[in-house]
């Protein structure tokens, strides 16, 4: 299974040990513990939520890190003692905890609407709004090339990552099933929206496998983000799958001439939620209603290439703050980028991942 961790740039130093408004004493009664994960990302939403907020209320943010295991929630909600308020996580989590009653219910009639009066619910893409959570970036798992590498004939879909005669090189690929399946069956060919239905008969699966059969021999593994463009940079692959935040990451910082094909990428939703019987629920509401309006969400694309789950949001992306990119072409959600998605199905691979990853590990070692 893909670790969230590994997919955020490695941790900026400012942002990890960042404790705003005190945070390294205990909180305050009004004070508000928002969870997240550091690093860069973090650092994105204290520019574009926190220190807003915080500025807008009068009220003080803690910000903790953690690396995604909600576990503590659990924890603090069965012994009466919740302490998070606001917990960023992701959508297969959310569903968990939501099915055990282990967060609150949220009254997502009272999100706030587009500044042209859509209503939240039809803003927000589908899947980012569930009873107990609210929506707040995309991230993508997508194919990433050299533009070195092919100056005359450039890659564009998800069909030539396959096609190791047209284009020839090495493939790198994470060492899991998923994304990989998804990957080859919209290189075969399937529809985005029917990938999870082709995946749910064994002839769609063995469908898979047989196209992941035409580049076993040139693909090399990968198990962490940051591998991915480090094999780019020094050439060991041509083409690789990776986290599109990394692949930014290399272009924007480090001026690779990298390139990402958007065809076919397999997407994935973090969300705010509040811990049930959190100290400051009402309060915890308010941020995540601020932080999840139009402004905010575009406001965060400034700062990293995670894409805002209001449609209302994209074109009022701007350049990255530091780097001077424009940013909307970077964005996972950008219209153009977007037109063959695929959301990762959790509840497809919570019934199949058994399956699906010991049948890989035994196609791996054939």
Sequence with gaps: ??????????????????????????????DLNVVSWGGAYTKSQ???YYEPWMEETGHNINSIDYDGNVAPVKAQVESGNVTWDVVDVELSDAVRLCDEGLLEILPLEELPPAADGTPAEEDFIDGSLMDCGVGNIVWSTAIAYDESQFPDNPPSSMADFFDVETFPGKRGLSNTAKANLEFALIADGVAPGDVYDVLSTPEGVDRAFAMLDKIK?????????????????????SMTSAYNGRIFNAIAVEDKPFKIIW??????????????????KDLAWDFIKFATGTQPLADQAAWISY??????????????AEAGIEMGPHMPTAPENFETAVQVDHYWWAD????????FNAWLAQ
């Design 352 to 359: 199949h991942a058994d399956e699906m990853n010991e049948r």
């Design 263 to 280: 065809d076919g990428q397999v997407f994935y939703i973090d969300l705010f939620v509040i811990p049930k019987g959190a100290p400051n």
């Design 307 to 320: 894409g805002p789950v209001r449609q209302s949001s994209v074109p009022l992306i701007g350049k990255h």
């Design 1 to 30: 299974m893909i670790s969230a961790t590994q997919r955020f740039r490695a941790p900026l130093a400012a942002a990890c040990a960042l404790a705003l408004a005190g945070a390294a004493s205990p909180a305050l009664a009004e």
């Design 46 to 48: 204290v520019k574009a």
């Design 217 to 237: 021999d040139d693909v090399v593994w990968w198990d962490a983000g940051a591998q991915p463009p480090q094999m780019l940079a020094d050439g060991e692959v």
